[in-house]
């Protein structure tokens, strides 16, 4: 298993710095006037999205991109992904994930909803097909909607995926994580319909809240059928998975001790460093995913 070395842009050393960099300074974004994309699920809610169309038609495949956890469309790494796939010459849809965005729903997204994404593709109009890139959380609901069968999508990339849903829940409690995991649980219970009280973690969040809305027994049930881990050997369209080995978020385990020969259509692509969702190199002002998914896409 190979894995590159990283070098960071000054002054975003650490798997912190990097994955806060879009935070503390995000880079300014301009990107043409979006179109406003609803597309109908069978229950009768929607995804929206913010279509961004280049000018002279649309002669590559549609760049899906999914969020993550409490993210949206307008995230600033989908902001800055969406301009560089503009600049190649492909359409973007950002897509927001059930309940994200301005358009509310009693049902949330969690990391497993690949039921979701599969729907609404299906009434996406992309005559050459879908390049699918997933963030973090959307990420592992992309790898898992793949393993079930990828509908439209020909090609994608997976950024900081966590494949293994009970670990990093694990890791995200650890005390070196403190500001990160109450900053998240805050933002999810503002977004949760009718939360009940006295939720003081992300596990007590997916145990009492996302487990029983959705049918699984508990928080451990979640995790077990909805990592993603447990649908890369069943991915039959080449997939490309970027992942920092410093993640802060994500424990290395589930990506340093798998057998990726078992699935030649998945290629991991680690790296010493980049944090989460950070990728912030010395040469080069665009993050390392994005170059990776650029280059991908036009292989």
């Not at 590559?60 to 969406?82: C, D, E, F, Q």
């Not at 109009?125 to 973090?136: L, M, N, T």
């Amino acid at each position: 298993m190979n894995v590159a070395k990283f070098r960071p842009r000054f002054p975003w050393y650490g798997a912190d710095l990097q994955t806060l960099r879009n935070f503390i300074a995000p880079p300014r974004v301009d990107l043409p006037t979006s179109e406003r994309v609803t597309l109908p699920l069978d229950d009768g809610d929607a995804l929206t999205g913010e279509f961004n169309r280049i000018s002279g038609g649309d002669a590559k495949p549609l760049v899906l991109l999914i969020h993550g956890l409490t993210g949206n469309a307008n995230s600033t790494y989908m902001r800055v992904s969406a301009a560089a796939h503009l600049a190649a010459g492909s359409n973007v849809l950002r897509l927001n994930l059930r309940g994200a965005g301005a358009r509310p729903a009693k049902l949330m997204y969690h990391a497993g909803r690949s039921e979701d994404l599969a729907q609404a593709l299906r009434s996406l109009d992309a005559p050459h097909g879908i390049h699918a890139v997933g963030y973090s959380l959307g990420a592992n609901m992309l790898l898992k909607h793949l393993g079930e069968g990828a509908g439209k999508i020909v090609k994608a990339v997976a950024v900081s995926a966590p494949i293994d849903l009970a670990g990093t829940s694990i890791r995200m409690r650890a005390p070196r994580n403190r500001f990160y995991h109450d900053h998240l649980l805050r933002q999810m219970l503002a977004d949760a319909h009718e939360p009940p009280p006295g939720i003081r973690s992300i596990w007590e969040f997916d145990d009492r809240i996302v487990a029983p809305r959705n049918g699984f027994k508990n928080a451990a049930d979640y995790y077990a059928r909805c990592s993603a881990s447990g649908f890369l050997d069943a991915i039959a369209v080449p997939t490309t998975i970027v992942h920092a080995l410093d993640d802060p978020w994500i424990p290395p385990d589930a990506y340093t001790s798998r057998d990726w020969s078992r699935n030649p259509r998945v290629t991991p692509m680690l790296a010493t460093g980049g944090g989460h969702v950070g990728f912030h190199e010395a040469s080069h002002r665009l993050p390392l995913h994005d170059r990776a998914a650029l280059r991908f896409f036009e292989e």
